[in-house]
């Protein structure tokens, strides 16, 4: 069945059926009967934008920052925007939009953001984010956070957390009717 011929490094393994494939081992090719298998897509494992900025970036809560802009502002003889502006090196733009942050959005999710630890969400809640949450009309702004929190929820991607349960809970007014153990218990999952 097989013959052998000296044009390739000594012996060629040729195989008289002509339904064979090629396998490379260690850079040696070998040829094995049969048909060769369906090629295999590899798969890519793409690490979500939401991670890569929380691994590579400095995590800053903006909620902190806000805080930071506000404490200075209480201070004797600083009154404007462009004094705090100036000490803290950014513009009184800037400065304006962190404390629309503090009195726009709702008080428990200022308090849930300011006391959070995890990266993710930190990451998440950026001021470019929860911007446009403060342009909108006051009725609108929890439902936008709850939204905002389930699309967290998505690039989490099932990785645990502490803290977006607790959000959830907190923005969605059907989830209080669930205990927050079973709550918890779904998030894990």
């Not at 009967?33 to 590579?56: C, F, M």
């Amino acid at each position: 069945m097989q013959g052998t011929s000296g044009s390739f490094r000594g012996k060629v393994l040729r195989l008289e059926n002509r339904y064979y494939h090629t396998v490379y081992v260690d850079r040696v090719r070998m040829y094995v009967p049969g048909r060769s298998p369906e090629p295999q897509r590899k798969t890519n494992v793409r690490r979500s934008r939401l991670r890569i900025r929380a691994d590579y970036a400095p995590v800053r809560n903006v909620i902190a920052i806000a805080r930071q802009y506000e404490a200075y502002l209480k201070e004797p003889g600083i009154y404007t925007y462009r004094q705090a502006a100036e000490h803290f090196s950014t513009s009184k733009v800037t400065v304006g939009y962190h404390l629309a942050l503090l009195t726009r959005l709702p008080a428990d999710f200022v308090a849930w953001l300011e006391g959070c630890t995890e990266d993710l969400p930190m990451t998440f809640f950026s001021l470019r984010r929860l911007r446009p949450v403060t342009m909108m009309p006051e009725p609108e702004r929890k439902a936008a956070l709850l939204e905002l929190a389930r699309t967290l929820v998505r690039e989490m991607e099932g990785q645990p957390s502490e803290a977006v349960p607790e959000l959830l809970w907190m923005l969605d007014e059907e989830l209080h009717q669930m205990p927050r153990r079973l709550l918890r218990s779904i998030m894990l999952d």
